[in-house]
């Protein structure tokens, strides 16, 4: 769920941090702390056509979507929207920079003008930071790469920016004078540059207190390269109360040595060394221990484990649970889910914990009994388990009495998806009748609500990714029903019409983005069924995909209600126009009648149409040629034919000015065609032309006068 993170960095504590970057320069990037299992919500509008179905739909007329739709559940939220673009990140190592820089990181920001860098550090508050004391630099640069130097300096690659206000190209170095010869950052040049492999065991050990975090970490795993030797003294430092990082760092080098080692893993004393630091002072040195627990720990230590998801420390607890999964505790049913009902549990830091501890330690079946627990928040949690599984069995949770759980199970069989879950939640069309009035009688929703909305969308576009003839059924149904909103009716329509689409006979399967056969002869069986009614419905969609069709696929049995189309002289002129094409396509009885019929409509559209039809029933009718040619010739044949069209006396050039002046009404004529079609126009007699034409001058005073030719 990550777009584009730029780089990943590690805080002292050993907490992943990446900054995801925006769609675009109009809107700001995620600051994110990364947390195993998290999704963070990026989905492409391929993967997630919601998105931009609801910024077209008529509810998202004044509202953003952002705040028009709750967060999804198994979305983890960023820490902040931070800067713009990001361009370069990195976390100081901790020497070489003034004290007040300690524990900072540093960020590159492309934004709409220029780049800039600031620098914040963190506040941990529970199981989520707060950014604090923002600093901002003005480099007149524009860096796209970060690098602190052995030394502390800190190395910036700036790209010349395109209006060449930042320096040059170049690589640059950023120093404080009064701290590039202090002796922390002397000694760490040499470290970092020296061959540790002469050190004395004792010699690491000192350097794990260094106060340079590249210092301590090369000298973990240079006493990690040593082998078991090194085990005991790391166990007796990562005991040393009064050295905290010094403690982290053996902790985290006792785990590497257990991981490439399995004796290690399993020898009682580090066993009952990490359930000694699962009861430590410090809640850090806790949470630690939790975390190598889930990697390294055995059935011995599932008793502490458990325990420690009742610790007063909400990082503690986050940790404790995540262990719960890798460890797969069989024991531990229910004190997890006496964590998830404990209110101080509902962050959804450690909502995705506990569902990462469900999903790692339970089957699917015992998470889908989940779905009749009293307390909605244990089930919220079984359907996000079951999410993490990719299981079937999510789909028992669409029927839960919660319209919440409901829209939350329906967006992660959707969004993820999960692929044989998708069947069920497109049969939920079937019990529209029953679950709706769930959604109106919700707090503030109505027929057109995001959530509502949302929830149909997700059922309507399984129904079309399902792509069996039930589903094409339950489209069809869908935008025959009058209760749902207007928006999601048209939303089915052009699922339909893309589902049969001569040039689309396929559909792209999401799962394994192949193409998926439709049966297209049984396709148009069934809207065949419902053709003569949408031709003669009031839903002008629906009327325009029938006569589509009905031309697509030659249902010529429909010609008296195309007939009838094209008589209704209320309906929309692009209508009219389209079945009159059509009645031509199908040559008619007495189509030169028709013909007329359209020649003295009230439409400029349709009288245009009209003498399209006429150009090519008789190539040598001049109107009509130069009518043909300014709807589909080059830019030099348009404006030919609109300098012949002005100049010829027939009543019908009338019809065709008049239609491109509306045309210009609406922006819609490319600008190197304004200046003929005035001209023409001011040629013209016609009242309706000339009105319009003083009313398009009046709207663009700038454009071009026309000259009278005469």
């Known amino acids: 769920g990550l777009r584009n993170p730029n780089d990943l960095v590690f805080d002292e504590h050993g907490n992943l941090f990446t900054c995801d970057k925006r769609e675009s320069l109009e809107s700001t990037s995620k600051w994110i702390h990364v947390i195993e299992g998290a999704d963070y919500g990026y989905r492409t509008k391929k993967q997630n056509p919601l998105t931009e179905f609801l910024s077209h739909s008529k509810i998202q007329k004044d509202i953003e979507l952002e705040k028009s ?66 600093e901002a630099w003005a480099l007149n640069m524009a860096p796209n790469d970060l690098a602190f130097a052995p030394n502390g300096a800190l190395f910036a690659a700036n790209s010349n920016n395109e209006d060449n206000r930042s320096l040059s190209t170049g690589i640059y170095k950023i120093f404080s004078n009064q701290e590039k010869y202090a002796p922390a950052a002397l000694q760490s040049t040499s470290i970092l540059q020296s061959d540790l492999r002469n050190k004395t065991t004792s010699a690491l050990l000192s350097l794990l207190k260094h106060s340079d975090q590249r ?34 760092h053996s902790i985290w080098a006792i785990g590497q040595l257990a991981g490439s080692d399995q004796q290690i893993a399993g020898r009682s004393y580090i066993q009952s060394w990490l359930a000694d630091l699962l009861t430590d002072p410090s809640p850090e040195v806790r949470a630690q221990a939790a975390i190598l627990a889930g990697r390294i720990g055995n059935a011995s230590i599932h008793p502490n484990i458990t325990e420690s998801l009742k610790d007063s420390s909400d990082r503690v607890r986050l940790m404790a649970a995540l262990a719960i999964g890798q460890l797969r505790v069989p024991r531990a049913w229910e004190p997890m889910l006496a964590f998830v009902v404990n209110p101080q549990n509902q962050h959804s830091v450690l909502r995705h914990a506990s569902v990462m501890a469900l999903a790692g330690a339970f089957k699917e079946n015992a998470l889908s009994t989940l779905k009749n627990h009293p307390n909605r928040n244990v089930r919220l949690s079984g359907a996000l388990a079951l999410r993490q599984k990719s299981s079937k069995k999510i789909a028992g949770y669409l029927s839960d009495d919660s319209p919440n759980i409901m829209l939350e199970t329906a967006r992660m069989i959707h969004d993820l998806p999960v692929q044989d879950a998708l069947p069920e939640l497109a049969q939920l069309h079937s019990t529209r009748s029953k679950w709706i009035p769930k959604f109106a009688a919700k707090e503030n929703i109505s027929s057109g609500t995001p959530d509502l909305v949302s929830m149909l969308f997700w059922i309507y576009h399984a129904n079309y990714l399902t792509g069996q003839s039930e589903n094409l059924n339950a489209l069809i149904e869908a935008v025959s029903d009058t209760s749902l909103p207007e928006t999601m009716r048209d939303a089915c329509l052009n699922w339909i019409k893309s589902w049969t689409s001569p040039d689309e006979q396929f559909s792209i399967n999401r799962k394994t983005h192949l193409p998926q056969p439709r049966n297209k002869n049984l396709s148009n069986l069934i809207l065949k069924k419902v053709a003569k009614n949408w031709l003669q419905s009031s ?30 002289f209320n309906a929309k002129p692009e209508l009219r126009g389209t079945a009159l094409n059509l009645l ?40 009509a040629k130069w009518t043909h040619l300014l709807e589909f010739g080059d830019p030099q044949e348009k404006l030919k034919a609109l300098m012949q069209l002005g100049s010829i006396r027939d009543r019908r ?47 663009q005073p700038k454009k071009i006068q026309p000259q009278i030719i005469p």
Request: glycine share 4%.
């Open 69 to 134: 739709l709750d967060q999804p559940a198994y979305v983890m939220p960023p820490i902040a929207n931070i800067g713009g673009g990001p361009t370069a990140l990195a976390y100081y190592s901790g020497v070489g920079m003034p004290n007040r820089l300690e524990h900072r990181f540093f960020l590159c920001n492309a934004t709409n003008d220029s780049t800039d860098m600031m620098t914040f550090s963190h506040e941990s508050v529970g199981t989520v930071f707060k950014i604090n004391s923002r």
């Open 539 to 568: 839903n002008s969609n629906q009327q325009m995909m029938m006569l589509e069709y009905a031309e697509a696929f030659d249902w010529k049995e429909f010609q008296p209600s195309v007939l009838s189309l094209f008589r209704q």
């Open 584 to 623: 031509s396509t199908w040559q008619a009885p007495h189509f030169e009648s028709l013909i007329n019929e359209a020649l003295v409509s009230n439409s400029a559209l349709l009288r245009k149409e009209a003498i399209l039809i006429q150009a090519t029933l008789n190539p040598n009718d001049m109107v």
């Open 215 to 248: 210092v301590r970490i090369k000298a973990q795993s240079s006493l990690v390269l040593r082998g078991s030797s090194t085990l005991a003294p790391l166990v007796r430092l990562s005991r040393d109360p009064q050295r905290l990082l010094a403690r982290l």
């Open 653 to 699: 050039v009338d019809a065709v000015i008049l239609y491109w002046l509306e045309k210009a009404l609406q922006g819609d004529v490319p600008l190197d065609l304004i200046e003929s079609l005035q001209n023409a126009s001011a040629q013209r007699t016609a009242p309706a032309i000339k009105k319009t034409l003083e009313k398009w001058q009046t709207i």
